[in-house]
T-cell receptor, first 116, second 114 residues
Framework: ETGVTQTPRHLVMGMTNKKSLKCEQHLGHNAMYWYKQSAKKPLELMFVYNFKEQTENNSVPSRFSPECPNSSHLFLHLHTLQPEDSALYLC???????????????FGPGTRLTVT | AQKVTQAQTEISVVEKEDVTLDCVYETRDTTYYLFWYKQPPSGELVFLIRRNSFDEQNEISGRYSWNFQKSTSSFNFTITASQVVDSAVYFCALSDQAGTALIFGKGTTLSVSS
């Protein structure tokens, strides 16, 4: 089984819809992340969860709502999105950060979101 | 503020050529980590290497090699004898000691033709 999976791979939604993106990691990691990748912009960190606790919210609009029910699953709930929210949304996981050591992040294949 | 600059937006080479992807970083931290990721057309970022700021040894892994130089704040990536399968977007990233976030460069698109 691949390390980090994301569903759906593609999503088209209207501005009034509500949808959720799902991420699951099979690596035994305790930290999970959501990133946004837009055309011509660097990857932007959105949220970080460490041991199911949200530790970072990088000034993300409230129309994006994360949920981390356990250390293996991460959701991104979407509602009343704007066309400029169209992007590739990437989930990643890593071992939890302990003192003096930073671990690499492993990424899923992403969800290509189009907001019409 | 932390910043990663990948000045090369696109590079095109012919198979078997060597190619170097540049990465320059800015940080005020004394302890930090640098990464390279590959993003093939499928979209998934693939981890290639991690290097911490105290380890300036260059590393070679098959056709890949990395040159870390703190004096010039650079962490360059060389692919020797490139292959078509190397075609992808390559990202350099920086993490501070707290590991709060990875700061990514804008990426370099490498196209290798046969």
């Amino acid at each position: 089984e691949t390390g980090v999976t994301q569903t759906p791979r593609h999503l088209v939604m209207g501005m009034t819809n509500k949808k959720s993106l799902k991420c699951e990691q099979h690596l035994g990691h305790n930290a999970m992340y959501w990133y946004k990748q837009s055309a011509k912009k660097p990857l932007e960190l959105m949220f970080v969860y460490n041991f199911k606790e949200q530790t970072e919210n990088n000034s993300v609009p409230s129309r994006f709502s994360p949920e981390c029910p356990n250390s293996s699953h991460l959701f991104l709930h979407l509602h009343t999105l704007q066309p400029e929210d169209s992007a590739l949304y990437l989930c990643a996981s890593s071992q939890n950060r302990d003192s003096g050591r930073i671990y690499e992040q492993y990424f899923g294949p992403g969800t290509r979101l189009t907001v019409t | 503020a932390q910043k990663v600059t990948q000045a090369q937006t696109e590079i095109s080479v012919v198979e078997k050529e060597d190619v170097t992807l540049d990465c320059v970083y800015e940080t005020r931290d004394t302890t930090y980590y640098l990464f390279w990721y590959k993003q093939p057309p499928s979209g998934e970022l693939v981890f290639l290497i991690r290097r911490n700021s105290f380890d300036e040894q260059n590393e070679i892994s098959g056709r890949y090699s990395w040159n870390f130089q703190k004096s010039t704040s650079s962490f360059n990536f060389t692919i020797t004898a490139s292959q078509v399968v190397d075609s992808a977007v390559y990202f350099c990233a920086l993490s501070d000691q707290a590991g709060t976030a990875l700061i990514f460069g804008k990426g370099t698109t490498l196209s290798v033709s046969s």
